[in-house]
C-alpha cells in the first residue's frame, strides 16, 4: 500500500474533517489540484514551503485508493497531485510536525 503525504495548517485539517472531504489549501485551489509528497520529498516541502511555521499537520494518504496523477514539478522530479477532493476515509493518519529549535520541522517514521 503506497502512502503519500500532505502538510497542512492543524486549522485547515480540523475543518476538512468536520467536513468529511479535504478541497486543498490555497495554493491547492489555485492550481486547480492537491500538492502531495512522498516520504522523500516531505521534508525539502517543508522547507521550501512552510518553513518557519509552526501548527502543521503531516496526513499521510493512502495513494492507492485515490486516481493520483505523477506530474513532473521540483528538479524534474515526479510529484503526486490529486484532481479531486481528498475524502477523510482515504487518510491512515494525521501526525503533528513540530518545529526543531533549529527551525526545521521533526518528521516521523514514514512509508513509501
Not at 500538492?35 to 518553513?51: D, G, I, L, M, R
Request: glycine residues 8%.
Amino acid at each position: 500500500m503506497a502512502s503519500i503525504y500532505k502538510i497542512v495548517s492543524a486549522a485547515e485539517w480540523r475543518a476538512a474533517e468536520a467536513a468529511g472531504v479535504f478541497l486543498g489549501s490555497g495554493i491547492d485551489l489555485s492550481d486547480g489540484y492537491i500538492h502531495f509528497s512522498t516520504a522523500a520529498q516531505a521534508p525539502e516541502t517543508a522547507a521550501k514551503h512552510f518553513v518557519g511555521m509552526a501548527d502543521l499537520l503531516l496526513v499521510e494518504v493512502n495513494a492507492d485508493v485515490l486516481d493520483i496523477k505523477w506530474e513532473v514539478s521540483r528538479g524534474g522530479a515526479l510529484f503526486p497531485h490529486l484532481y479531486a477532493a481528498l475524502p477523510i476515509s482515504a487518510v491512515r493518519r494525521v501526525v503533528d510536525l513540530p518545529l526543531c529549535a533549529s527551525g526545521e520541522h521533526r518528521f516521523p517514521d514514514m512509508a513509501e
